[in-house]
């Protein structure tokens, strides 16, 4: 288990963590494929019908995100303290019954699209569509909880290359069926769903057949334990990634809400473009601070708190040195990546460059919202971690988006999510400096 019990250095902290934030990046990429191909080649109404969608299957399918995050905490925790075969039993247990519970939801999201389509605003032909991909996706939600999960658990067992190497296939598969379904075959909305769906089934077979292998690997299915008290300390570890993952699509629900209310279906669109590009930047924070959750958690519980500071206070300083560079990034490239998806529609176009170049000013700062919430779950703290993503997702930005249209317009609503990162930032920070004496760092 040497990746994660050796001292981190700064050139390894990166090198542990970019096999992850390049995994994100590759899946947002094809995610945005996803809606680059809908987008020009099926149109705007049916690319507003699956962003209207789409939340609600990120809610559902965010089991897998507190699972992976909540169980490879504990998992990582339990190998820290030398405890392999108690690790391999929980980490077993854990899987089952994230499967369990997201066949469960799957179900449920299947018999409740019409309803969730129509509660969000959806009519006419844009609830047509927005049925149509809801009722195709969630019967494959299963894979998709799966697949997310398991990468977590891959970065635990100290394969963090491999999981992308994993995502990599899937999301080559997803991009190269979208072009043959939608471009080619001219399948419409269905293609790309198809082309969806495999990619996730093939996700979520690849690292099933790696942990069924025992051979030479610290972590692999065994023999699950009787009791579900591992499942329940990820459900509490993992708290505040449910929390994110449920709260943020109902956000999404808000803003398209109250877009469809000041901007009308162009603002819906030009949203649900910002939406897709922010899956890419967004990755970048994703991928560091998810990647961290095992070896904070090894280190923790291998009570080795100089290696705990070590690792908190570099990235104290990488964080805002991204934020700034992101921001600058997603600023100069924001016509480019509005032409690519609305590109067809100059006055869309122009209204999703300038909203996305207001919207860019929050990734300054949303790196430690992300980082404060994975730093406290790998310290098994759910509590403080939920608090996190509590406050960020369902206090701040909810009140930004009701309050700051009314005084900016539409401008408002762009520049909420800026509004809620620094309220965030500062409730991160006074949770590091008030349990500093408790965990030593």
Not at 269 to 277: C, E, G, K, L, P
Not at 331 to 345: C, M, N, Q, R
Not at 388 to 393: K, P, Q, W
Request: aromatic share 16%.
């Amino acid at each position: 288990m040497s990746s994660l019990s050796e001292h981190m250095t700064f050139g390894k902290l990166l090198r542990f963590v970019l096999p992850m934030i390049f995994m994100l990046i590759f899946m947002s990429i094809y995610y945005m494929v996803d809606g680059f191909f809908v987008s020009n080649y099926v149109g705007k109404t049916p690319f507003a019908g699956l962003n209207v969608i789409f939340p609600a299957l990120m809610m559902f399918s965010s089991l897998g995100f507190m699972f992976s995050s909540g169980g490879s905490a504990l998992v990582s925790k339990e190998l820290g303290q030398k405890k392999e075969d108690e690790a391999r039993a929980s980490f077993t247990t854990i899987i089952l019954a994230c499967l369990a519970c997201s066949i469960v939801l799957s179900l449920a999201g299947f018999l409740l699209t019409p309803w969730i389509s129509a509660f969000l605003g959806a009519e006419g032909d844009l609830l047509d569509y927005s049925i149509l991909y809801g009722r195709l996706l969630f019967p494959a939600l299963p894979f998709f909880v799966l697949q997310n999960t398991l990468q977590g658990f891959l970065m635990t067992a100290g394969r963090g290359s491999l999981g992308f190497r994993f995502i990599l296939v899937s999301g080559m598969a997803n991009i190269l069926l979208d072009a043959l379904f939608v471009a080619k075959l001219q399948w419409g909305l269905p293609g790309a769903a198809y082309a969806t769906i495999i990619s996730q089934v093939l996700g979520a077979l690849f690292p099933v057949i790696y942990f069924l292998r025992p051979q030479g690997k610290i972590l692999y299915f065994t023999k699950p334990l009787p009791s579900l008290a591992p499942v329940f300390q990820s459900m509490y570890n993992g708290l505040s990634s449910l929390l994110t993952y449920l709260s943020d699509p109902l956000v999404t629900m808000l803003y398209n809400y109250e877009l469809l209310r000041w901007a009308g279906e162009d603002g819906l669109a030009a949203y649900s473009v910002i939406s897709y590009i922010s899956f890419l930047f967004d990755a970048v924070y994703i991928g560091y601070s998810d990647a961290l959750i095992p070896v904070t958690a090894y280190q923790y519980g291998a009570r080795k708190k100089k290696e705990l500071t070590h690792i908190l206070h570099s990235s104290l300083k990488l964080l805002p040195a991204a934020g700034f560079l992101l921001c600058i990034t997603a600023s100069l490239s924001a016509p480019w990546l509005a032409e690519i998806f609305v590109g067809y529609d100059p006055e869309l176009t122009k209204l999703t460059t300038h909203a996305f170049r207001l919207y860019s000013f929050a990734y300054i700062l949303s790196g430690f919202s992300k980082y404060g919430d994975a730093f406290f779950t790998a310290l098994n703290n759910g509590t403080v971690s939920a608090l996190i993503s509590f406050t960020h997702t369902l206090v701040f930005e909810v009140a930004a988006i009701l309050l700051l249209p009314v005084i900016l317009g539409t401008d408002g609503l762009w520049l909420s999510l800026t509004a809620a990162e620094i309220g965030s930032a500062l409730v991160v920070f006074a949770f590091l400096k008030g349990m500093q004496r408790e965990y030593g760092y």
